[in-house]
């Protein structure tokens, strides 16, 4: 299994189970250790992502900051509007 998925469904798993431990009442050491372990795994997810998965959406080329869902018009039509 890749790195960046090992890392996403077992900080996943990690959630439910607190949550469940939470509902249920668990002694409160188990929880307090658990929330306290719970921001170094999700950098570790994070950092696992950012590192290990690939993008493929397209490159930004000459655009310095972008959206993909953004219509190539989108400037004319403001512009069109406001003048």
């Known amino acids: 299994m890749?790195?960046?998925?090992?890392?996403?469904?077992?900080?996943?798993l990690y959630?439910?189970?607190?949550?469940?431990?939470?509902?249920?009442?668990?002694?409160?050491?188990?929880?307090?250790?658990?929330?306290?372990?719970s921001p170094i795994l999700v950098i570790w997810m994070a950092y696992s992502i950012l590192k290990y998965a690939a993008y493929d959406g397209r490159d930004l080329e000459t655009e310095e900051w972008s959206y993909q869902d953004k219509p190539a018009d989108f400037g004319k039509r403001l512009n069109q509007r406001y003048s």
């Open 2 to 12: 890749k790195k960046h998925v090992f890392a996403t469904v077992f900080v996943s």
């Open 15 to 37: 959630l439910v189970v607190y949550v469940m431990l939470f509902y249920f009442e668990a002694p409160w050491q188990i929880i307090a250790s658990m929330f306290l372990l």
